[in-house]
């Protein structure tokens, strides 16, 4: 079946830790996306990426760093630059401008 | 109000009730987009709905959009206990590119 594959689906990071979460799909899809998801909140862009070997920042990229090297897969490191990191982490993709995405099952980034 | 803000924040209606939620926003857009999210899991598409369209049906699920009003509502018909879950608007700007913009979402809880 195709769809997107997040993992882990939970990751607990010490303070000055880098920590890469993976974002894999078989869909086919052109454009990947990372967004951060507080308690009770919206979902927040981080990056997003159209291409291959492209990527825009999102709302709030500071801290974090993409690389999207191959159309399948769309990693996302969390620096230790991103002072607040402890949040839901979701991975989406979709085949452009006027469609839905589709949604992995997210990572939970707890710091301990 | 924020781009892509849902109205109530919270419902608790009896199963076989219908459920309405509002979605209002600020910018022009490309199309608008609802999805469900059961917690701790990732957000799942449930219509999309282009600027130049007014309504639209899927099984249960009614959505209008009012581009005068830039306002959109989803109508969930004969609620039932498994639609228990947070619903989210997500608007893809006009002049946005990629860029889905989600609001903080509806919870709604269905009683048995």
């Known amino acids: 079946d195709g769809g997107i594959t997040q993992s882990p689906k939970y990751l607990f990071r010490k303070e000055g830790q880098n920590v890469t979460l993976s974002c894999e799909q078989n869909l086919n899809h052109d454009a990947m996306y990372w967004y951060r998801q507080d308690p009770g909140q919206g979902l927040r862009l981080i990056y997003y990426s159209q291409i291959v070997n492209d990527f825009q920042k999102g709302d709030i990229a500071e801290g974090y760093s993409v690389s999207r090297e191959k159309k399948e897969s769309f990693p996302l490191t969390v620096t230790s630059a991103q002072k607040n990191p402890t949040a839901f982490y979701l991975c989406?993709?979709?085949?452009?401008?006027?469609?839905?995405?589709?949604f992995g099952s997210g990572t939970r980034l707890t710091v301990v | 109000s924020q781009q892509g803000e849902e109205d109530p924040q919270a419902l608790s209606i009896q199963e076989g009730e219908n459920a309405t939620m509002n979605c209002s926003y600020k910018?022009?857009?490309?199309?608008l987009q609802w999805y469900r999210q059961n917690s701790g899991r990732g957000l799942v598409h449930l219509i999309l709905i282009r600027s130049n369209e007014r309504e639209k049906h899927s099984g249960r699920l009614r959505v209008t959009l009012d581009t005068s009003k830039k306002s959109s509502s989803l109508l969930i018909t004969a609620s039932r206990a498994a639609d228990t879950a947070s619903y989210f608007c997500a608007t893809a700007l006009r002049s946005g590119g990629f860029k889905t913009i989600f609001g903080a979402g509806t919870r709604l809880f269905v009683k048995a």
């Open positions: 910018t022009s857009i490309n199309n």
């Open positions: 989406a993709s979709n085949p452009g401008t006027n469609y839905g995405y589709t």
